[in-house]
């Protein structure tokens, strides 16, 4: 099985401040990578696709790069609605596996 | 507009069944594939497994192969997952979930859309 694996667990960071959070695959899954945004209390929603590839209606200060294992997701300046969690996935193989998410909150 | 309602909160008894419910609408209900992800209190997504509403064909994560059935009515548009024997340890949200692409699974796709999720509360 691909294990997903997720740095940091969670952070604290002010408005305005850029984040980054990095997701490692335990094999090569090209870019067959997405990222999802789950709110407090609510369903997951997707950010990107592909590895890069911003979906429809997600504001451009959220962009993710990568290949292969190690993948990022960036936001370029922290907003009070980003507090969230984020959780990358694989798509590559198996029906596809989580990381363990990434809580982000304001400091 | 795409849409995946699913069926509301239940409370159950250790040893009970239980079979939760997710209508879609806006789209060809029988083309695309849906996911059911869990998520444990206070922990992250799991995949449950998907199923194809067109012929019910399930494939299941490893970890709950023998503890869940998926299952699907096309008539109705709805995709449903169910317990026979719950235990406690099966309390958690369940969320369904469309995959981005119609037909077969294809490496590269993804949760597009995702229902409002379905608590489960499993206690005696």
């Known amino acids: 099985d691909i294990q997903m694996t997720q740095s940091p667990s969670s952070l604290s960071a002010s408005v305005g401040d850029r984040v980054t959070i990095t997701c490692r695959s335990s094999?090569?899954?090209?870019?067959?990578l997405n990222w999802y945004q789950q709110k407090p209390g609510k369903a997951p929603k997707v950010l990107i696709s592909g590895a890069s590839s911003l979906q429809g209606g997600v504001p451009s200060r959220f962009s993710g790069s990568g290949s292969g294992t190690e993948f990022t997701l960036t936001i370029s300046s922290l907003q009070p609605e980003d507090v969230a969690t984020y959780y990358c996935?694989?798509?590559?193989?198996?029906?596809?596996?989580f990381g363990q998410g990434t809580k982000v909150e304001i400091k | 507009e795409v849409q995946l309602v699913q069926s509301g909160a239940e409370v159950k008894r250790p040893g009970e069944s239980l079979k939760i419910s997710c209508r879609g609408s806006g789209y060809s209900f029988d083309s695309y594939w849906i996911a059911w992800v869990r998520q444990m209190p206070g922990k992250g997504l799991e995949l449950v497994g998907i199923?194809?509403?067109?012929?019910?064909?399930?494939r299941y994560s490893p970890s709950f192969q023998s503890r869940v059935t998926m299952s699907a009515d096309k008539s109705i548009n709805t995709a449903y997952l169910q317990w026979t024997n719950l235990e406690a340890s099966d309390s958690a949200m369940f969320y369904c979930?469309?995959?981005?692409?119609?037909?077969?699974?294809?490496?590269?796709?993804?949760?597009?859309?995702w229902g409002q999720g379905t608590l489960v509360t499993v206690s005696s």
């Open positions: 199923v194809y509403p067109d012929d019910s064909d399930s």
């Open positions: 979930a469309k995959l981005a692409d119609p037909g077969m699974i294809a490496a590269g796709t993804y949760f597009q859309y």
């Open positions: 996935q694989q798509s590559y193989i198996n029906l596809g596996t």
């Open positions: 094999q090569n899954i090209d870019t067959y």
